[in-house]
């Protein structure tokens, strides 16, 4: 069965930074893109980044590139999220997700629904 459990979420003040952290478990993580999303109170849940294991390429929302910085480590089967710079917008649950496909990062950032495995999220708040 796959799981994904998500920690490192928190309270944080602008200009700050929090590492989110993904374990999974129950697949074969080399053969899956692993992503990251967020959903504020009363908006659509939106990528925020996706790794794919395949061969580690790393795909951002525009509204986190240069800020925010994914990475996984296969030994531990952990996914996590640098989130540097954090901004007030940048509140929200943030949910990992995995999906068979070792490939395919820059699709999957853009399409949550065809995600296959979700954890449960993280809350992140961002105060001024």
């Known amino acids: 069965e796959v799981q994904l459990v998500e920690s490192g979420g928190g309270l944080v003040q602008a200009g700050g930074s929090l590492r989110l952290s993904c374990a999974a478990s129950?697949?074969?993580?080399?053969?899956?893109?692993i992503c990251w999303f967020r959903q504020a109170p009363g908006k659509e849940r939106e990528g925020v980044s996706c790794i794919s294991n395949g061969d580690n390429s790393r795909y951002y929302a525009d509204s986190v590139s240069g800020r925010f910085t994914i990475s996984s480590d296969r030994a531990k089967l952990s996914v996590y999220l640098q989130m540097n710079s954090l901004k007030l917008e940048d509140t929200a649950a943030y949910y990992c997700?995995?999906?068979?496909?070792?490939?395919?990062?820059?699709?999957?950032?853009?399409?949550?629904?065809?995600?296959?495995?979700w954890g449960k999220g993280t809350l992140v708040t961002v105060s001024s």
């Open positions: 997700a995995a999906v068979g496909d070792a490939f395919g990062g820059y699709y999957y950032l853009r399409a949550p629904g065809d995600m296959t495995a």
């Open positions: 129950g697949f074969s993580f080399d053969d899956y893109t």
